[in-house]
């Protein structure tokens, strides 16, 4: 399992319709999961029923980041557009806003470094940060992602258009 003393990562199971119906349907994320509309429990029942296809054959992966001290779930953790042959992999990462500055983020993302270079063999990951999220730029910066860009205008707010930072983490 992957643990660590703060947290540990878990696949998803039935049991989370509840947990991913309030994450899935929190606007404050929709503008960094590219969400525009609310999502069903219906459409979230059958997610989880192909939640635990392989990983190399889906390409994707969600996580469930659990408290160790409660097992309260307290956000995921997803590995998105693998690509076997460059080996590499996107990385998004959500917690539930009253679990916030608590470090469970940063501990999920150490947890998945290891595992993607081991488990996983990637050489790399990769991740996009809307400019003024500076929780998630220092977050990724603080276990060792590295800045490699910005893409102008990509991404699209109520309030206009925004920049996005791209960063990336080679596993070597």
């Not at 643990?3 to 039935?14: M, Q, T, V, Y």
């Not at 992602?145 to 102008?152: A, C, E, L, N, Y």
């Amino acid at each position: 399992m992957l643990r660590s003393e703060l947290i540990f990562l878990r696949p998803l199971e039935a049991e989370d319709l509840d947990f991913l119906y309030a994450l899935e349907n929190n606007p404050e994320v929709w503008g960094v999961s590219d969400t525009l509309v609310p999502v069903s429990r219906h459409v979230l029942r059958q997610y989880l029923d192909n939640a635990a296809a392989d990983f190399f054959e889906v390409r994707q992966l969600r996580l469930v980041i659990c408290a160790v001290a409660t097992g309260q779930a307290v956000g995921t953790l997803d590995i998105f557009g693998f690509e076997p042959l460059h080996q590499r992999a996107g990385v998004g990462i959500t917690i539930l806003s009253e679990f916030r500055q608590q470090g469970y983020a940063r501990a999920a993302l150490t947890l998945l470094l290891s595992y993607a270079r081991q488990q996983l063999q990637l050489h790399q990951v990769y991740c996009t940060i809307s400019v003024l999220n500076m929780a998630s730029l220092q977050l990724f910066e603080g276990v060792g992602f590295s800045k490699v860009g910005v893409r102008k205008e990509w991404l699209r707010t109520p309030e206009g258009w925004l920049d996005a930072v791209e960063m990336q983490y080679i596993l070597g």
